[in-house]
């Protein structure tokens, strides 16, 4: 009988290519890693796994045994939401995991609202990058996480997790007020973005989805933004383009308090959407079903007309 942990251990390496970052991923030690592996090529009868340098790549039966794998694994998600219906009640950790803008504006709301529905439940939050979550929930370091992409920087399908969609929102060019005026394009962002190709930009930092969307609008405009800070709070982004210190792409929910006199900010038909994302055969648990369900009643309502946008 093939052991179910081996499994999960078969489906990272998959995923993630290295003995090496499969230990790290789930706190194992690489040793401890390839000896469960082959126990489980033993129990399988063929090989499963052959070297190619540091790497390991998969056999045919291997990648075939991964696809197996992810259906038990839903199904095992689907079998703890069963249980956890047919206990009454919830009670226990949740985690989730956030970006920073979400953690900002809608989380608290949600997170009250499941104070007063659920007491028992214990939400926990770790602010996540996007490009992150996909692994953490894979892992079980998470069990349920906001999730955006870009109109620039899709969000690849991740074997073995669900999104839905909550809500999109727009995307503004925020620029020192001081400056020329962009030209009026109507729907042409390139036109607007141009006008800023000498100066200097400010994006998130490397690695995130914030900065690759940054990076890949100029790209579409015809140049590549001189970056010369790298900043992921978008206040701090804002505070940095009003002392003229360059130019920025901002979301919606970036954009909080007074208008800063400092900023001009120009809307984009650019788009941001956000999605709640959790293991396969886990939506219908229980305690992610009334995070969901508290989110939406959390959304901001100038957001919530573009939901059907996502």
């Known amino acids: 009988m093939l052991d179910v942990r081996r499994l999960r251990l078969l489906r990272e390496l998959a995923r993630r290519g290295t003995i090496a970052a499969v230990a790290e991923a789930l706190a194992f030690s690489p040793s401890a890693v390839s000896q469960q592996l082959s126990v489980l090529e ?6 499963l796994l052959e070297r190619t340098g540091r790497r390991v790549r998969l056999t045919p039966a291997g990648e075939n045994l991964v696809r197996h794998a992810e259906a038990v694994l839903e199904r095992l998600e689907q079998a703890d939401a069963d249980l956890a219906r047919a206990r009454g009640g919830l ?10 803008t979400a953690t900002r504006a809608i989380v608290p709301a949600a997170l009250a609202a ?24 894979r892992a079980g370091d998470l069990d349920v996480a906001l999730v955006h992409e870009y109109d620039f920087v ?29 030209p009026s394009g109507g729907h042409d962002q390139g036109a607007a973005l141009r006008t800023h190709a000498r100066a200097p930009w400010i994006t998130a930092t490397p690695g995130t989805l914030c900065h ?5 609008a100029c790209q579409a405009a015809g140049f590549t933004p001189r970056v010369r800070h790298q900043v992921d709070e978008f206040a701090t982004v804002l505070a940095l383009v009003a002392a ?14 007074p208008a800063d006199p400092a900023v001009r900010l120009t809307r984009l038909p650019v788009r941001r959407r956000t999605g709640l994302a959790f293991r396969s055969g ?21 957001l919530v007309g573009s939901r059907a946008e996502t």
């Not at 007063?116 to 602010?127: I, K, N």
């Not at 210190?245 to 308090?257: D, E, K, M, N, S």
């Open 282 to 302: 886990a939506g219908a648990h229980p305690a992610v079903a009334a995070f969901g369900a508290a989110l939406r009643a959390a959304v901001p309502p100038d």
């Open 114 to 137: 499941l104070a007063r529905h659920h007491p028992a439940l214990e939400p926990m939050v770790s602010e996540t990058d996007p490009a992150a979550v996909a692994h953490a929930l």
């Open 212 to 216: 690759a969307m940054t990076v890949r």
């Open 154 to 182: 899709p969000a690849p399908q991740e074997p073995g997790l669900a999104v839905e969609p909550l809500f999109a929102e727009a995307m503004y060019l925020a620029a020192p007020a001081a400056e020329a005026p962009e």
């Open 42 to 47: 033993r129990e399988a009868g063929l090989p």
């Open 91 to 100: 009670a226990g950790a949740l985690r989730i995991g956030a970006f920073p």
């Open 244 to 257: 003229g210190q360059g130019v920025a792409l901002v979301p919606q929910l970036g954009v909080t308090g």
